[in-house]
């Protein structure tokens, strides 16, 4: 049966999505086609068209592909794997978008899929990027307790527009999705969960209006005319110039294709994070080539510079197209005829397909094996080619930047060409600059005033604590202290003692431990020969050097015990001494709930107290 065997994304800003109709895990394997599932990705086309047409995608736009057994096997042949077995998963629609350094990328794909699980009766998907499941990431904080990378991994999918996760283990994904769709009450993430999924994800649409910037650039004719047409590839020119070397910006020395001398001034709308890169890009063109850039004093000189940067950026990119292009004339018919007579590619593709269970154990030279033999040739003939270049299957950035290039006609740069005067004023810009109170807000805004949060909680008192530690039911995971936060600090408030008295249980332990190792001299030749640190150095010094050490040590034990010495604090004091006392007894020195919650600093404090060696629990015994 499929299994569930998908790795985490390898690369640090890729995206992947899998998406199961449900016809991929409710009809037999064999009838699910690349046709079948062509057919399900062009209603999800349908379906998010109204939200994409116009988006600006940083790096890849989102691309739906049918994934078979068969496609699968045939990607891994050509890429020259020798692992099949993550072939072995159910028929799917799959995508992978790289989101580069804009993140929004990353949740804008996530709302799609959440809304197409909405959409489509039977959807379920599952999301992963190089953190492994981003939606719990994005939801830790809410997470029940039993949820952990171990449990969840390969567990956590999306149905009808919310979060569910699986808690058994050893289970097909072919059983997964059953489950899901047969009993999602039981899968389910919490109300909390989904509040803040919902939260982070549903911004969306009314975010992608908010994430662009409109700004006022001077560019070459030509470059105004491919983005007008296009106005996305404006992400991958300012792409390439920001992450260009200085040997890549050398063919921006001529501007072969976009040269400076007819230049206009334009209105063009970028996302936020692409116009950061571009401002903060320190490249400002090649000197020699003539783009009378103004004094940085002048109104117009962000415009200028943000033109040269787009417009070297498209340079790059025709260039590059042009050298590609080339080498694939050289390459194609040899390659191709390699292909076509490569019988050994041909015959590891079929062994792949029989040891996967492809021809179902049918005996060689049947009907039934000959039909899915035949089936399994035309299909590799048909589509090996496609699988050797990924440009075939999408077109590379430059390769779109070179075809509008050659598309464009004399007519089309005249309908750009506009008064100055009549273009709307840019955005402001001041959004760049972040100073700390935005910053704090900000912080505040996404996860909350924690500061104030920790403020506003009322501790629980040691009482309250051991009371809620009986009265808790544990499960197989054993007890979750849930509300244990005030004892990072080491520090215990008594609410009925309105926070008068403190107990630092490392400074106390620490001081009784200082009490029991004290060795109080018996005579005054114990002292002598010992370092300047002493206590005396003859006779009539001896007591007084006593009596100092020993009000030393009465005045740090008064500064870290309790300050309040009223008949009512001590009367409490000594009873819940007394009950502790007498819990340690019974538990006898061994485990047990009060002394796995106390620890060290009662049992010593016991030792003090308790009179008869024989009372010592055995763990402090000497």
Not at 476 to 505: C, P, R, T, W, Y
Request: proline letters at 4%; one cysteine or more.
């Amino acid at each position: 049966m499929a299994d569930t065997k998908i790795s985490i994304a390898k690369e640090d800003d890729l995206l992947e999505c899998f998406l199961y109709p449900k016809i991929c895990y409710t009809r037999p394997l064999e009838t699910i086609t690349e046709e079948v599932l062509s057919q399900e990705i062009e209603k999800f086309n349908k379906e998010i068209a109204l939200y994409v047409e116009d988006y600006i995608w940083h790096s890849d736009t989102l691309t739906f592909h049918p994934r078979t057994k068969q496609a699968l096997l045939l990607e891994k042949l050509v890429d020259s794997s020798t692992n099949i077995e993550e072939c072995n998963v159910l028929p799917h629609v799959y995508a992978s978008v790289h989101f580069d350094e804009d993140v929004s990328d990353e949740w804008f794909i996530a709302f799609l899929i959440f809304k197409l699980t909405q959409t489509f009766d039977g959807l379920i998907a599952r999301l992963i990027d190089s953190d492994g499941e981003f939606l719990l990431i994005e939801a830790a904080n809410v997470l029940p307790p039993w949820a952990n990378p171990e449990t969840c991994e390969q567990n956590t999918f999306v149905y009808n527009g919310e979060l569910h996760i699986i808690r058994e283990k050893n289970k097909t994904l072919f059983d997964l999705l059953n489950h899901i769709q047969a009993t999602p009450y039981f899968s389910k993430a919490s109300d909390k969960v989904q509040d803040v999924l919902k939260k982070r994800i549903f911004v969306y649409p009314n975010e992608i209006k908010k994430r662009y910037h409109k700004a006022r650039v001077f560019l070459p004719e030509k470059a105004v005319s491919i983005l007008y047409q296009e106005p996305g590839l404006v992400a991958p020119a300012i792409r390439s110039i920001c992450h260009s070397d200085p040997l890549e910006r050398k063919v921006c020395r001529a501007m072969r294709y976009f040269p400076p001398e007819q230049r206009i001034m334009v209105n063009l709308k970028m996302t936020k994070c692409l116009y950061a890169m571009a401002m903060h890009c320190r490249y400002t063109g090649d000197p020699r080539t003539g783009w009378n850039i103004p004094p940085i004093t002048c109104s117009k000189y962000n415009a200028h510079i943000l033109g040269v940067k787009i417009a070297c950026g498209l340079e790059m990119l025709v260039a590059n197209a042009h050298e590609e292009r080339r080498k694939r004339m050289n390459q194609t018919i040899n390659n191709t005829e390699k292909l076509k007579t490569n019988d050994y590619a041909l015959n590891a593709y079929l062994a792949r397909l029989e040891t996967s269970g492809y021809f179902r154990n049918l005996l060689k030279g049947s009907q039934d094996y000959e039909r899915l033999l035949n089936a399994a040739k035309d299909y590799y003939l048909q589509h090996v080619n496609s699988f050797t270049s990924a440009t075939n299957i999408v077109k590379s950035d430059a390769e779109k930047v070179l075809e509008a290039w050659e598309s464009i006609q004399s007519n089309d740069i005249e309908l750009h060409a506009q008064d100055e005067v009549t273009l709307s004023p840019a955005n402001s810009d001041s959004w760049l600059n972040v100073d700390p109170v935005q910053l704090n807000a900000f912080l505040n805004e996404q996860w909350g005033n924690v500061k104030n949060k920790k403020q506003g909680q009322e501790p629980l008192s040691l009482r309250e604590k051991v009371q809620s530690f009986f009265n808790h039911t544990s499960n197989i995971d054993g007890v979750q202290f849930l509300e244990d936060h005030s004892m990072e600090a080491g520090i215990m408030h008594d609410s009925e003692d309105n926070e008068k008295v403190e107990f630092d249980a490392d400074i106390f332990d620490s001081t009784l431990q200082g009490i029991l190792d004290l060795v109080v001299p018996e005579s005054e030749g114990e002292f002598e020969g010992s370092s300047e640190g002493s206590l005396g150095e003859d006779d009539e010094d001896t007591g007084g050097e006593m009596d100092k050490y020993m009000r030393l040590l009465n005045s740090e034990l008064q500064s870290e015990m309790v300050k309040d010495e009223s008949f009512e604090m001590r009367k409490r004091s000594d009873i819940i001494e007394e009950n502790l006392i007498k819990s340690i007894k019974e538990e006898a020195g061994g485990s047990g709930p009060i002394g796995n919650m106390i620890g060290g600093p009662v049992r010593r404090l016991m030792h003090l107290q308790l009179q008869s060696p024989t009372t010592v629990p055995p763990d402090l015994q000497s």
